[in-house]
């Protein structure tokens, strides 16, 4: 959405100890004429490059903020501007390295940022799987349980801007878990101008990363750019290394006045050595950098535990204004995941009494046993969706009619199966006769048609009441499945109406308020079907409340809202302990829980390209009728930071996270298999703090139009802690954590010619 920015922007608040409010700019009051010239803008004002704003001087420090506060949302939003991203974040830097300042976000990378995949990610205490994740407004997830690859996916180099809704959107917000939130990342736009921008980074832990991107500047063929980066690192942990290369290619042709094509794919290939986490006294032993160990003998050794993660994103949008009243966007989109990987059967585990592999013939017999052998397996799991977005809006004298369907069908096969990895990784038939532990396909369908008002009753006001319907059907089909070793054929079908409404009102020019009711809903994940019978499983369900309000004076800006969610039918995750296998993970379902909490974001501009940034948030989630907190729910976080650019040449930022304390675990089984409530594994709160510096050399001369060196730094103090739980060891059970990676310093270096 483009703002047309009047007033300055931002925030109040201390630093060190005390918060640096977050900043937004200001939008005129809409009115219709507003409206019309909106709708009606030039395509020069439409293909204005990523980080070009229509701001004023002192406005101009929002574009380098953590994120802006627009006045005219509906629910709590964050947006993540690309002044910012090319500021702070470095190139190869994957999605939770970009959104970690973000109000209510917690995000934990334990190999250094950027590298590897998020081990923990989480928005209002809503982990990975219960939010809504979109890519120029196309969402995506797992066939499993929607959850996100981060390290797999687009890098910050790929990206124009990213969004954080904290709220269910309205009826026209689609996907499959809206009631989560939104984390919306959106593409760069191909610049009008020619050129070629080489660019990389070398830094802690050997990082070495270099890319190179063509742009076509404007042709008869459209505009289009190729980008390309590879990257290679040791990582932050022992024997941890990882390679990564990441391709994207987007062209944006104009066909009509009013009719746009867009062509766009990406590519990525990831591969890596896969860490479980460490017990306290393997920590203890090795050091608080412990990932992998170097021992064959050991179920540790890096050797024995390989990943190649690929995925592509590729879709052709057609945007078209229809009539003078009508406007229509389609997406049509294909997306694929697949992880491939061998591993130890617990890659954490430093003793040799947890080795020791036993074969069995097809009749179940046992035939031989090698005590100090590695026991381990191979995995395929993969995905493919096929999908459609189709989008309408009519403007009508009472106001805009937005309609459309979004619609996704994605195929899903992944199997496992035991092996010896001391021989050579030959198959381990089990007593079922098999070496497969399970062998699954799986058909996801998802329907969601919608229908939105946007309503001007009242001046300064508008009114969105709106209706989606979810559809999705799930066709289960396992040869052998995961827990019951059993085949299973299987479809349940899921719908829910999804009603809400939403208002925001102008009190003053600069000054609005917005209230939001939604109901939000999402399907069962696959591992309930992963039982002798499936039965009548009811889908999860929440009802979401919010009220807030933005502030934007002339120097400042305040946003403060509430929320209050009731979530029935939550499936969580427990540990149990099973004969033979020892702790491991399973799902119940934990009846319900409650999220409510306060979040607080501002920016101050001082002068003289100088701008303090800042927000804090209580969240809070417990399980109905009890004292437990759900797990991996800080109860509190907070960003605070001090931001200066000079658009002529030098920029800095030193920003600052704190992260409160929270559970790693909040239930179990017992013995009869029931849910029992508890928390355990507290981790306890921490500080880090990140320092960006640069300096953009404009039209030097030659043949070389710009270039900007750039250093960042990230956790400057060094701060090692325990910061979250990884789940327990399979022989022993001793529990396993993630500490915070070491101070890393990276060197950047961008030159675009001509």
């Keep these: 959405m483009t703002f047309k920015m009047r007033n300055h922007i931002l925030l109040s608040g201390c630093f060190a100890g005390a918060l640096f409010l977050g900043g937004g700019a200001q939008a005129d009051v809409p009115d219709a004429k507003q409206k019309k010239h909106e709708e009606h803008k030039t395509r020069k004002e439409k293909d204005a490059t990523p980080g070009v704003e229509n701001l004023t001087v002192l406005g101009h420090a929002a574009r380098i903020a953590p994120a802006t506060v627009p006045l005219d949302i509906t629910e709590p939003t964050s947006k993540i501007q690309y002044g910012f991203l090319s500021n702070n974040i470095i190139p190869l830097a994957s999605i939770d390295d970009i959104i970690r300042f973000q109000p209510s976000v917690y995000s934990q990378n334990p190999n250094g940022p950027g590298m590897g995949k998020a081990e923990a990610m989480s928005l209002r205490g809503f982990q990975d799987g219960q939010y809504n994740m979109t890519f120029d407004g196309i969402p995506f997830g ?86 390309m980066q590879h990257e290679e690192t040791n990582g932050y942990l022992t024997n941890s290394a990882e390679r990564r290369s990441n391709l994207m290619f987007k062209d944006v042709i104009d066909l009509a006045p009013e009719t746009t094509l867009t062509l766009e794919t990406t590519y990525n290939k990831e591969w890596q050595f896969t860490t479980q986490g460490a017990t306290l006294a393997e920590y203890a032993k090795y050091g608080k950098n412990y990932g992998l160990c170097n021992d064959p003998s050991k179920q540790c050794y890096y050797g024995y535990n390989p990943s190649t993660y690929t995925s592509d994103f590729d879709y052709v949008s057609l945007k078209s204004r229809l009539a003078s009243w009508l406007t229509m966007g389609n997406q049509l989109y294909t997306s694929g995941f697949e992880h491939d990987y061998t591993e130890s059967t617990d890659a954490s585990q430093t003793s040799t009494a947890a080795n020791g592999v036993t074969f069995y013939n097809t009749a179940g017999k046992k035939v031989a046993t090698y005590a100090n052998d590695i026991p381990g397996k191979y995995a395929d799991a993969k995905f493919r969706s096929y999908g459609d977005t189709l989008r309408f809006k009519a403007h009508t004298v009472y106001g805009d009619v937005l309609f459309g369907v979004w619609a996704d069908v994605q195929k899903d096969r992944r199997y496992t199966y035991a092996l010896d990895l001391s021989k050579n990784a030959i198959p381990v038939p089990s007593k079922t006769g098999s070496a497969y532990s399970y062998d699954i396909s799986d058909l996801n369908t998802t329907i969601q048609p919608y229908l939105e008002l946007d309503i001007h009753p009242w001046k300064g006001a508008v009114i969105k009441p709106g209706m989606k319907y979810s559809m999705f059907t799930r066709d289960y089909d396992a040869a052998i499945n995961k827990s019951t070793k059993v085949p299973l054929n299987d479809t349940q079908h899921y719908g829910s109406w999804q009603p809400s409404i939403a208002i925001n009102q102008r009190i003053m020019k600069n000054w609005s308020a917005y209230a939001q009711i939604a109901r939000g809903f999402l399907a069962p994940p696959m591992s309930v079907f992963q039982v002798k019978s499936v039965g009548n499983v009811k889908p999860e369900t929440t009802l979401n409340y919010q009220v807030g309000s933005v ?204």
């Design 142 to 227: 797992d066939a499993t349980d929607l959850h996100h690859t981060t390290s797999s996916l687009f890098i910050s180099h790929f990206l124009g801007e990213a969004q954080i809704d904290r709220g269910p959107g309205t009826g026209s917000t689609i996907g499959n878990a809206t009631f989560g939130g939104t984390m919306g990342f959106t593409s760069k736009t191909p610049p009008a101008k020619r050129g070629v921008s080489l660019y990389g980074t070398y830094g802690s832990f050997n990082t070495r990363a270099g890319g190179i991107e063509f742009d076509s500047g404007k042709t008869r063929f459209g505009r289009a750019f190729l980008d």
């Design 551 to 754: 502030y934007h004076g002339k120097n400042w800006m305040l946003s403060l809202d509430g929320y209050y969610i009731d979530f029935s039918n939550y499936i969580a995750s427990a540990q149990i302990k099973v004969d033979g296998i020892g702790t491991t993970s399973t799902y119940v379902n934990s009846g319900g829980a409650i999220y409510k909490g306060i979040e607080l974001e501002g920016q101050y501009v001082i002068g003289y390209g100088f701008s303090l940034y800042g927000n804090y948030s209580v969240n809070d989630a417990r399980y109905k009728h009890s004292t437990v907190r759900v797990a991996t729910t800080p109860d509190s976080l907070a960003s605070f930071g001090l931001l200066y650019e000079n658009p002529k040449g030098p920029y800095f930022s030193l920003m600052g996270k704190y992260v409160g304390h929270h559970w790693g675990l909040d239930s179990t089984t017992n013995a009869a298999g029931n849910a029992v409530f508890e928390n355990q594994y507290k981790i306890h709160s921490n500080v880090t703090a990140d320092l960006a510096l640069g300096w953009r050399i404009h039209n030097i001369g030659g043949f070389m139009r710009d270039v900007t060196p750039s250093l960042k730094i990230s956790n400057l103090f060094n701060n090692r802690s325990i910061s979250d739980f990884a789940g327990n060891q399979s022989y022993g059970d001793a529990p396993l954590y993630w500490r915070l990676a070491g101070r890393s310093v990276f060197f950047n270096m961008t030159a675009t010619f001509p």
